[in-house]
């Protein structure tokens, strides 16, 4: 297979040939260590690659001339059964790593069944992503898109050069991630007019994740897809364009962790099938500590992308392409 060489590559089809043979070439060499189950981080770097892989067709769809075998919808189911084991490999590292060490003696001894529980559900996890990764759907995906890399078929649109088409993808994309609802959670647009968030006290935080914790995890997932189809182009673009991509990798990750810590202390209540106060009382404080941590340093990206000046830049860099 001649591969493309980034300097020449000018068409949008030439593009999506790169990000679609390079996430799919990552997807496969971690594949047999998953199936082997040899190390939690094998399974964490197939699924990046199969997620970057699906925003990769999904991103260039416009341009591609793909087989139905190998649609994003194909890609995001396998993505999903191999994200159930990964969720689970990250409470449990989350637990062993990051809050069993600072816990009494009786918490410690506590949490024995959550891990018990733990290791019961990585196991039918695990069966799961081996039965999806040895099944006919996901073989007949690899075998597709092998066939469609040693000879692809494009689009019309794909002759295009890519300086010319890069704004129309990235920009609805985009829109869709600053028009989010969860911006505006915390902030009372109607009492004050003021597009500062409120500083709120711990309890009240709490509060507010109960009501719109699902929002805010909506906008994580918005920020992680608009992360990875702007990775697709950094070669085209200035470095301020990194820049923005950089915030969306930091908006991913704390609204992450305060995610993973809600998850948590969901998990942990049902596994002691009691309030976790009372069954773990520090490891429960401990958890709405981070929570508000994360918090208040979301805030600071929140009130930053609230402003209209960001929000024009923003829009503004997608408009000004390198060069390259």
């Not at 078929?153 to 969860?182: G, R």
């Not at 950089?246 to 002691?272: A, P, R, T």
Request: proline share 5%.
């Amino acid at each position: 297979m001649n591969k493309l060489v980034l300097p020449q590559t000018k068409t949008i089809g030439e593009w999506s040939y790169l990000g679609i043979e390079k996430h799919f070439q990552k997807m496969l060499s971690h594949e047999a260590a998953v199936l082997q189950d040899r190390d939690p981080e094998q399974l964490h770097q197939m699924r990046i690659g199969m997620r970057r892989l699906r925003t990769a067709v999904t991103s260039f769809t416009p341009a591609l001339d793909l087989p139905k075998a190998a649609s994003e919808k194909q890609i995001g189911k396998i993505a999903r059964i191999l994200g159930s084991l990964r969720d689970l490999d990250v409470l449990q590292e989350t637990l062993h790593k990051g809050y069993q060490p600072k816990l009494p003696a009786k918490e410690r001894k506590a949490l024995k069944q959550a891990y018990v529980y733990l290791e019961k559900k990585r196991c039918k996890a695990l069966t799961q992503v081996r039965e999806a990764l040895q099944g006919k759907p996901h073989q007949k995906l690899k075998q597709t898109l092998k066939r469609w890399l040693k000879k692809p078929t494009y689009k019309e649109i794909a002759q295009m050069p890519a300086a010319a088409v890069l704004p129309d993808l990235l920009l609805p994309i985009v829109s869709s991630l600053l028009l989010h609802p969860a911006w505006l959670v915390g902030v009372d647009l109607k009492d004050t007019g003021s597009q500062t968030p409120k500083q709120l006290k711990p309890a009240a935080v709490e509060s507010l994740l109960a009501l719109r914790g699902a929002m805010i995890h909506d906008l994580r997932k918005q920020a992680k897809r608009v992360r990875y189809q702007m990775n697709l182009f950094t070669e085209l673009y200035s470095p301020t364009y990194k820049d923005y991509v950089e915030d969306m990798k930091q908006i991913q990750g704390i609204l992450g962790d305060i995610q993973d810590s809600m998850v948590l202390d969901e998990f942990l209540n049902s596994v002691f099938d009691s309030d976790l106060k009372h069954k773990a009382p520090q490891l429960a404080q401990l958890l709405q500590a981070n929570r508000y941590k994360s918090w208040l340093q979301w805030q600071t990206l929140q009130q930053n992308y609230l402003k209209p000046e960001t929000r024009q830049a923003f829009r503004q860099i997608l408009l000004t392409e390198s060069g390259n």
